[in-house]
C-alpha cells in the first residue's frame, strides 16, 4: 500500500508565506520539505511536522493569517489550474476532480441549496485540525476572489472546532459572512450569482494544458495492487459489500477473495481498517455519536455498530471518547 502522501505545492507555499508573517521555524524542516519537487509527493507525515511547529508558536490566528497571505503564483500546477477556470463554480468543480492530486489531506465537494452553493471539506487528518482547516478554508476564500476577479466573499464559512482567534482576524478573511462554529462539518456557503461570476479574461489555451498535465499526474497516482484499489473504493464509500465491490472491480467475489489472499489479506481486514480509521477521524472532529456513525457505515442498527467498533478499538465507544479528552 501506498504511503499517506500530499503534493509538495501547499506546503511550499506555505513556508514562501511565513517570513511575510514574522514567523520562522527549523531550519531542518524547511529543507527537509524543499527536497521534494513539484512533480514528486511529500510523505503525510512531514507536512504534519510542518503544521506541528506551527502550532508550537501559539498563534491560534495562524491559519487564518496563512490562508489570506498565500497568492496564486505560490501554488504548483493544480493551484495554475483551479486560477485558470473561469468561476469559482468550475475551479471548485477541478479542485473536486482532482482532488486525488493533493492527497491524503481530505476531500472537497460541493451542494446546492435555496442558501447558495456549500463547499464542504472533509478532513483525513486527525492531528492539529483547528489551524489546518481554517488555512484551508481562508486559501479556499482567498482563491475565490482570485478566480472570480471580484472581491466576493462567503456568506456563510462553518467550522467543527470552537472560535479559536479574534472576530476581527475572522471578518478581514471572510468579510460579513456568518461564522459558526462547533458545527458537523466545514464548509463556506456562496451566493449563486458569485458562483457563476467572471470579471477577468481566462486564457482557454492555458487552462486545457493544466487540465491535460492533471489528467496525467492523476493517471499517475492510480492504485495499482487490488489492496489499494479495494481501499480506495471503501475509503470513498465505506458501506460497499464485498458484492458491490467486486461489481466495480468487473471480477467475482470469488476472484476479488483470491486476489487478496495473495497479499495475504482479507476484504473484511480492509474493510475493518478503513472503517476503524474513519470512526477514528470522525469522533476527533466531534459532534457525532454512536446512532451517527451507525447510520454513515450502514450498519443496521446501533448495537451491530457498537460491538464491531469495540472489536476495533478493544474498548466500547463511550470509554474510547472519554480516552481521548
Not at 13 to 30: C, F
Not at 140 to 154: E, L, R
Not at 211 to 235: C, F, M, N, R
Not at 268 to 286: C, F, M, V, W, Y
Amino acid at each position: 500500500m501506498k504511503t499517506d502522501s500530499v503534493t509538495p505545492g501547499f506546503s511550499k507555499a506555505i513556508l514562501q508565506v511565513l517570513p511575510n508573517l514574522g514567523v520562522s521555524i527549523a531550519p531542518e524542516l524547511v529543507a527537509q520539505i524543499n527536497q521534494f519537487s513539484s512533480e514528486s509527493r511529500l510523505p503525510m507525515a512531514l507536512q504534519d511536522g510542518l503544521w506541528q511547529a506551527l502550532t508550537q508558536l501559539n498563534d491560534p490566528e495562524l491559519g487564518l493569517k496563512i490562508g489570506l497571505g498565500l497568492k496564486p503564483d505560490s501554488y504548483d500546477m493544480l493551484g495554475f489550474l483551479l486560477f485558470s477556470c473561469p468561476t469559482l463554480g468550475a475551479a471548485v468543480d477541478s479542485l473536486i476532480a482532482y482532488s486525488a492530486l493533493i492527497g491524503e489531506g481530505g476531500k472537497f465537494r460541493k451542494s446546492h441549496s435555496e442558501q447558495g452553493w456549500r463547499v464542504t471539506f472533509d478532513a483525513y487528518f486527525n492531528q492539529l485540525i483547528p489551524i489546518r482547516i481554517e488555512a484551508v478554508l481562508a486559501c479556499v476564500a482567498s482563491g475565490a476572489k482570485w478566480i472570480s476577479g471580484a472581491p466576493i466573499k462567503p456568506k456563510v464559512v462553518s467550522f467543527c472546532h470552537p472560535q479559536q482567534g479574534n472576530l476581527n482576524t475572522y471578518q478581514a478573511v471572510f468579510g460579513n459572512a456568518e461564522l459558526r462554529f462547533s458545527q458537523s462539518s466545514n464548509y463556506l456557503i456562496y451566493h449563486h450569482d458569485d458562483w457563476q461570476l467572471q470579471q477577468r479574461s481566462v486564457n482557454q489555451a492555458v487552462q486545457q494544458q493544466m487540465q491535460s498535465l492533471a489528467e496525467q499526474q492523476l493517471k499517475q497516482l492510480q492504485p495499482q495492487s487490488i489492496v489499494d484499489k479495494v481501499s480506495v473504493l471503501l475509503t470513498k464509500q465505506p458501506t460497499l459489500t464485498r458484492q458491490q465491490t467486486s461489481n466495480l472491480l468487473a471480477m467475482s467475489e470469488r476472484h476479488l477473495n483470491r486476489k487478496l489472499a495473495e497479499h495475504g489479506i482479507s476484504y473484511k481486514n480492509i474493510s475493518d481498517k478503513i472503517r476503524k480509521n474513519l470512526a477514528e477521524k470522525l469522533i476527533l472532529q466531534g459532534n457525532v455519536n454512536q446512532a451517527n456513525l451507525a447510520t454513515y457505515f450502514g450498519y443496521a442498527d446501533e448495537s451491530a455498530f457498537a460491538k464491531a467498533f469495540k472489536r476495533w478499538t478493544g474498548m466500547g465507544f463511550k470509554q474510547y471518547k472519554e480516552n481521548i479528552k
